[in-house]
């Protein structure tokens, strides 16, 4: 039983990891996803800029100083977007490692629950064997028997008692 308590206990260990490492997951994919948002936003406004080469649109502009601070801005976004990018790669790669981590310990869980399964099912055998024995003695063989373990019990007493 002591080695079933064990498995209980690692069993119960490693499920509490497990559902730590599954809501950190879930919590870094949020994330991702808020990041993902935020590079959308980027290109959108990006795109809205358009196509045209900046220095075609700085001759071209009515307000040079203007198109200059929006250039400035552009640059601020594209910056941004950059960082953002790499944010996002660094999300994904520690979430695919918390993800392996999750898996590796829902493996051990499962091993550890095959485990459980088994040494309950070799005990129940034993069990069953010692209550199909038990069944088989007479009356006159189960008197005896507890008349020796009520003197082993006595005599385990006595050398508590001399012991102290």
Known sequence: TEKYN????????????????QD???????????????LGSIATAQYRSGGIDPSVAL???SDPDSFLDQASALDQLTV???????KIQSKQRTLAQQRQEAQDKLGDLADVRKALG?????YQGKLADAQRLLNSLTQAERAK???????????????VELGN
Request: proline share 0%; charged share 40%; hydrophobic share 25%.
């Open 24 to 38: 950190k997951v879930a919590r870094g994919q949020d994330e991702l996803n808020s990041l993902r948002g935020e």
């Open 118 to 122: 088994e040494n309950k099912k070799k």
């Open 59 to 61: 001759f071209l502009a």
């Open 80 to 86: 941004k977007q950059t960082e953002s990018l790499q």
């Open 6 to 21: 064990g498995a209980k206990e690692q069993q119960d260990k490693l499920k509490k990891q497990v559902d730590a490492l």
């Open 145 to 159: 028997i507890q008349q020796e373990e009520n003197r082993a019990s006595r005599a385990s007493s006595e050398r």
